[in-house]
């Protein structure tokens, strides 16, 4: 069955080291976003991808970045982790770009101290 | 003003009750609506698809109101397994995609 998987599910950093979180789907979906959700806020957009070397901001990008060398793997990372970044971060594609239906990925539960 | 508001309740109700969930959304140009449900320390999945006519899934209906811009969610004869959070999520396509998510609404039910 097709998947979506995130690792590391728990991660605890320092601030100022570079964090990488993976994300892979094999659905072969074109489409690829990374959110965070805080308490109160929802789930946000950091950043999203429409296709191989296609990467866009999203609504709270900064300190974030993202590469698409190839269908499956979106990696997510944080240039010099800040606590403000402490959150759970969800990777999601979907087979149309205007995100008909997103598929999650189970979450990876970052800790900045 | 945030683009999509929901009340975060919670809500807690006796198994068997009616609950109803409703969301605003602030762009009049948002073209498609969408309910996922969250468990706790889960990931959201797609729960049902909002159309203009209203849609229904078994104790499930989904309403759209474009005049007024909101959705609502209505769960009848509710179950403990219903139990989680609502998230409300709508898509506007006006000088790029977006896709903005509700802070959610939280259900419990009692037995």
């Known amino acids: 069955d097709a998947e979506i998987t995130q690792s590391p599910r728990h991660k605890i950093t320092e601030t100022g080291r570079q964090v990488t979180l993976a994300c892979h789907q094999t659905w072969n979906h074109n489409n690829m976003f990374w959110y965070r959700q805080d308490l109160g806020h929802g789930l946000r957009l950091i950043h999203y991808s429409y296709g191989v070397q296609d990467t866009n901001k999203g609504e709270v990008s900064d300190g974030y970045s993202v590469s698409r060398s190839n269908t499956e793997d979106l990696p997510l990372t944080l240039e010099s982790a800040a606590s403000s970044q402490t959150s759970v971060y969800f990777c999601?594609?979907?087979?149309?770009?205007?995100?008909?239906?997103?598929?999650f990925g189970p979450g990876t539960r970052l800790t900045v101290l | 003003r945030k683009e999509v508001e929901q009340d975060p309740g919670p809500f807690n109700v006796p198994e068997g009750a009616t609950v109803a969930f409703n969301c605003t959304y602030s762009n009049s140009a948002s073209q498609s609506f969408f309910w996922y449900r969250q468990d706790c320390r889960k990931e959201p999945k797609l729960l049902m698809s909002?159309?203009?006519s209203g849609n229904e899934d078994g104790r499930f209906t989904a309403q759209l109101n474009r005049a007024s811009q909101y959705i609502s969610l209505l769960i009848r004869d509710s179950k403990l397994s219903d139990s989680a959070t609502y998230l409300c999520v709508v898509n506007t396509n006006t000088g790029g995609f977006k896709t903005i998510f509700g802070a959610g609404t939280r259900l419990f039910v009692k037995a």
């Open positions: 909002v159309y203009s």
């Open positions: 999601a594609s979907s087979e149309r770009r205007d995100g008909n239906e997103q598929f």
